[in-house]
């Protein structure tokens, strides 16, 4: 045990949806002000994070997901990338869950930004995943090389986002697919959920009767943003279609019962929805010895 005393165990967390097998992997967590949200009062969004006993400023978890099924391997998002203070896990996670970069076949990304992008490259700019394809929405590979989208950004994220996408898709350029829709790996349908980013896209993964729906960023701060889907962040692309998309799948997934799952929700970021008055309510899964989860 020495050594360990200070830090968590590997933040992996398996879930099996009929014959695939789906692994939360913990990338760490980021701060940031309640000013990089809108659509909400700071006061109000303060009060919710008081209320449910978290941080202010906001405490936003980073995970990505593994699915195994048929001997083929998928790593949805890849977390911040080269290790920072409170990020840069994921890489390691994998490791944990005793999976090499190389046997990674197929990377799905739910969109170009650098808490999901980051881990694609090392520190000096290579593929991190010497063969995986990487496959993704064909808008978002068209906005982020749109250079009249660049220049209505401001420099910083010309830099980071515009600059930090297009340098990781050139590192894949020579095996990148776009898609629009669709099975993009078996079991796992492609859902767009525009408006954080054009092509923001969702992963439906299903097998034997059981699905699980990774939403990607439909949440960033769920206790705000549940009780409260018109507020959305400054980071979105269009916040007012993102504000619509979250209504329209929560709305969905509630209604459905439907098993999901987040990029941005706490690790493990396995969950269901519930209604609850104007809004909605999140209830974790509970943790399960076995892998099939309780329902
Ligand atoms: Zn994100």
């Known amino acids: 045990m ?32 309640l000013s990089t949200m809108a659509g909400i009062a700071e006061a109000e969004a303060a009060a919710l994070l008081h209320a449910a006993f978290r941080p202010v400023p906001r405490r936003t978890a980073v995970n990505g997901f593994l699915v195994r099924h048929g001997g083929r391997v998928a790593l949805i998002d890849t977390g911040c990338g080269p290790i920072k203070p409170t990020t840069g896990r994921l890489a ?7 999976i090499a970069p190389g046997a990674v076949d197929t990377l799905l990304m739910t969109h170009l930004h650098p808490d999901h992008f980051g ?4 520190p000096d700019g290579a593929a991190l995943y ?24 401001d420099p910083a994220r010309q830099a980071a986002f515009f600059g930090g996408a297009r340098a990781r898709l050139a590192a894949y350029a020579d095996r990148t697919d776009l898609f629009t829709g669709g099975e993009v790996f078996p079991g796992v349908t492609a859902l767009p959920l525009p408006g954080h980013t054009p092509g923001h896209t969702g992963f439906l993964i299903a097998s034997g ?7 990607g960023d439909i949440v960033h701060v769920p206790e705000v943003q549940v009780a409260r889907p018109k507020a959305t962040m400054a980071v979105d692309v269009d916040p007012a279609q993102a504000a619509e998309t979250r209504r329209r799948i929560f709305d969905q997934v509630a209604t459905d019962r439907q098993a999901i799952a987040g990029m941005h929700l706490h690790f493990p970021a396995f969950a269901h929805l519930a209604r609850d008055g104007e809004g909605f309510r999140l209830v974790p899964d509970a943790w399960s010895l076995d892998l099939d989860g309780d329902i």
């Open 92 to 98: 390691g996670n994998l490791a944990s869950a005793g």
């Open 130 to 153: 010497p063969t995986a394809q990487l496959r993704l929405h064909a808008a978002e590979h068209a906005y982020w090389h749109d250079d009249a989208a660049m220049g209505r950004a």
């Open 2 to 33: 020495q050594g360990y005393e200070d830090r968590q165990v590997a933040g992996v967390l398996h879930r099996r949806v009929g014959d695939i097998l789906v692994t939360a992997l913990n990338d760490g967590h980021q701060d940031a002000p």
């Open 119 to 122: 881990g694609l490259t090392g």
């Open 209 to 215: 009767g059981k699905s699980l729906l990774i939403w």
